[in-house]
């Protein structure tokens, strides 16, 4: 069972517990609301505390944060869960392409759920942080638990949680480097196609091209909102749609997928407050076309 604690500092003095979880761990209210139903779930001095009542200088105020329960996942197949980074908090992942992050869309599919449940148990809570769609590889980030699920959601589009794609496009960017601000919303003809619209919500996408060859381009990419299929509704809107993109574009012959790749994240850890920072090369197929 993994507890979080601090003790409460001379500033805090006189306040309700249920305030300093808040301001002090950053706890969203209804994990407040979930962790005072367990028994022992919450605890100042190693006693068991009401959340109305007050704690003084000098306390230690706990949280208790349940074992995972079995969620049904199971999982036998050859396909590892290739973690590349993990402690007690969370995992980050290099998903392969073609896998959906959960909810398999045919019998037999395999969910990155499934997989780690395969390597850390079939206990296994799954947090998925920054979802990726089914065809695009690269760095994911799962929370362990609720608590940190929370803490790094709230940093999820601020400069505590950035992350970098690199795509193959058809085309060439014109301006080479530039920002693309278009509201996305989505598509009334279309069940998952979203579309550039007035309407839509604010959408924007920093990009840079890297690289240029035959009557491609190797970008980077780097979001400030997350909106479905923002970088393949953006790219198509510049006229630069992602190779093999069959929604947005047109398939390309030597790639069965978006050639989009989640390739370096660099988030704060929210318990230790160091910085992680990873990267990962470009996917075998994405070479390939290169």
Not at 128 to 153: C, E, F, H, Q, W
Not at 194 to 219: E, W
Not at 226 to 231: D, K, V
């Amino acid at each position: 069972m993994r507890t979080v604690s601090f003790v409460v500092t001379v500033q805090q003095d006189g306040k309700p517990v249920g305030l300093l979880l808040q301001r002090t761990l950053h706890m969203a209210g209804g994990l407040i609301a979930h962790q005072k139903q367990i028994p022992g779930g919450i605890l100042k001095n190693g006693v068991p505390v009401r959340t109305v009542d007050h704690a003084a200088a000098g306390d230690t105020l706990s949280i208790c944060l349940p074992d995972a329960v079995d969620e049904g996942f199971r999982f036998s197949g050859r396909i590892p869960a290739p973690v590349v980074w993990e402690d007690d908090d969370l995992l980050v992942l290099n998903k392969p392409a073609g896998i959906a992050v959960h909810g398999a869309q045919e019998k037999g599919d395999v969910t990155v759920a499934q997989m780690l449940a395969a390597v850390c148990g079939p206990g296994f809570v799954f947090h998925p942080i920054n979802r990726l769609d089914r065809g695009t590889s690269g760095l994911m980030v799962v929370a362990k638990n609720r608590y940190i699920s929370d803490r790094l959601r709230l940093q999820l589009h601020t400069d505590a949680f950035l992350r970098e794609y690199l795509a193959i496009v058809t085309g060439s960017p014109e301006p080479c480097d530039g920002v693309v601000r278009l509201p996305i919303a989505r598509d009334p003809a279309s069940h998952i196609r979203r579309c550039i619209a007035p309407s839509g919500l604010p959408s924007v996408t920093h990009y840079r091209t890297v690289l240029q060859r035959d009557k491609l381009s190797l970008i980077s990419l780097r979001l400030e909102t997350g909106r479905t299929h923002q970088i393949r509704v953006h790219m198509a809107a510049i006229g630069c749609p992602l190779a093999g993109d069959w929604l947005y574009g047109t398939p390309h012959p030597g790639i069965a997928r978006c050639a989009l790749h989640a390739s370096s994240l660099r988030l704060i850890h929210p318990m230790t407050g160091q910085t992680l920072q990873l990267c990962i090369p470009l996917p075998d197929d994405m070479r390939a076309i290169f």
